[in-house]
């Protein structure tokens, strides 16, 4: 099974940017899988339920109306990273944000966005 770790996560004002990663650590199939197939970031605020925020498939992504215009996902698959570049950030982008990959999570990383 894959291993997941998001970091990049931090405090920042309306308006700013900041960039996630989601490394992936495992064996070497896992890791294969992790470079080809569905990989999704998810985000959890605060009393309310976990919402997908962008996926990146081996060909093409997806995006939450709430993000698009604003957030984009990319994979690095030499590195086996998916990155969320998350720009003009507005304080309901408050949350932990998860990434995902073949039923594994990672542990999250809290941003928190300052009016």
């Known amino acids: 099974q894959v291993q997941l770790v998001e970091s990049g996560g931090g405090f920042v004002q309306a308006g700013g940017s900041l960039r996630l990663s989601c490394a992936a650590s495992?064996?070497?199939?896992?890791?294969?899988?992790?470079?080809?197939?569905?990989v999704g970031w998810y985000r959890q605020a605060p009393g309310k339920q976990r919402e997908l925020v962008a996926n990146?498939?081996?060909?093409?992504?997806n995006y939450a109306d709430f993000v698009k215009g604003r957030f984009v996902i990319s994979r690095d698959t030499a590195k086996n990273t998916v990155y969320l570049q998350m720009n003009s950030l507005k304080p309901e982008d408050t949350a932990v944000y998860y990434c995902?990959?073949?039923?594994?999570w990672g542990q999250g990383t809290q941003v928190t966005v300052s009016s």
């Open positions: 995902e990959n073949g039923g594994s």
């Open positions: 495992g064996t070497l199939f896992p890791s294969r899988i992790f470079r080809i197939s569905t």
């Open positions: 990146t498939t081996g060909e093409s992504t």
